[in-house]
């Protein structure tokens, strides 16, 4: 079975601190894909980050990163000098052999405090 | 590029009816695809609909049901309507890549479904 795990469920910190959101996942499947998600209290799910199985290298986008490390079947995600416009519902997603089925974590609540 | 749009963004409905939720996807995408988010939780999926055919479907009752449009809109119908069916509807569109056979998800805004 899939499954993935996201730990912390709520997570406050100050403007400027930085912050890491765990996911952990469980697959069987060789091939694989994981995602990141922002949700704002908008409600639409916003892309962030997609990475294959195959592709441990860690990746930035900003004041963004992403560490892959398929030992540890861990996706970690660190945003580095938080700010307030930060503050959503962050989840991580797992896709394996049925590519059009994301399996998603229970999301972590980020605050950020002025 | 509009990104994924879906309609009604609000409904209350009562036990019992019918529900009736609409979703169009980015221009380009053929693949569209649908979840429900109970609060506090991530979302599920329900169905994958490609080229107008059901591709995969979730670990959910017949009383959902889906169908996609020559312009690649869909449509997913709720009936008999239970108290545990409000939620957040979200629809989201793909386009297939062709390389890896994988593809991005891209939500819409959702629809909040309260069933009284």
């Known amino acids: 079975a899939q499954k993935v795990t996201q730990a912390q469920t709520e997570i406050s910190v100050v403007e400027k601190e930085d912050v890491t959101l765990d996911c952990v996942y469980e697959?069987?499947?060789?091939?694989?894909?994981l995602f990141w998600y922002k949700q704002p209290p908008s409600g639409e799910l916003v892309f962030l980050i997609r990475?294959?199985?195959?592709?441990?290298q860690n990746e930035i986008s900003g004041r963004y990163s992403w560490n892959f490390q398929k030992s540890t079947s861990s996706f970690n995600f660190t945003i580095t000098a938080s700010q307030v416009v930060d503050s959503a519902v962050y989840f991580c997603?797992?896709?394996?052999?049925?590519?059009?089925?994301?399996?998603f974590g229970t999301g972590t609540r980020l605050k950020v405090l002025a | 590029d509009a990104g994924v749009t879906q309609s009604p963004t609000h409904l209350i409905k009562t036990r019992g009816q019918q529900v009736t939720l609409r979703c169009s996807p980015i221009?380009?995408?053929?693949?569209v695809s649908w979840y429900q988010q109970v609060l506090g939780q991530g979302p599920q999926f329900i169905f994958q609909?490609?080229?107008?055919?059901?591709?995969g479907r979730g670990n959910f009752p017949d009383r959902f049901s889906a169908r996609q449009f020559p312009n690649y809109s869909s449509e997913l119908n709720v009936n008999a309507l239970l108290l545990g069916d409000s939620a957040l509807y979200l629809c989201?569109?793909?386009?297939?890549?062709?390389?890896?056979?994988?593809?991005?998800?891209?939500f819409g805004p959702g629809t909040r479904l309260l069933v009284l």
């Open positions: 997603a797992l896709s394996g052999h049925e590519a059009y089925k994301y399996i």
């Open positions: 221009s380009g995408h053929k693949s």
């Open positions: 990475r294959n199985s195959f592709d441990e």
């Open positions: 989201a569109s793909s386009r297939l890549d062709g390389t890896a056979n994988q593809e991005t998800q891209y």
């Open positions: 697959t069987r499947d060789t091939t694989y894909y």
């Open positions: 609909y490609y080229e107008k055919e059901e591709r």
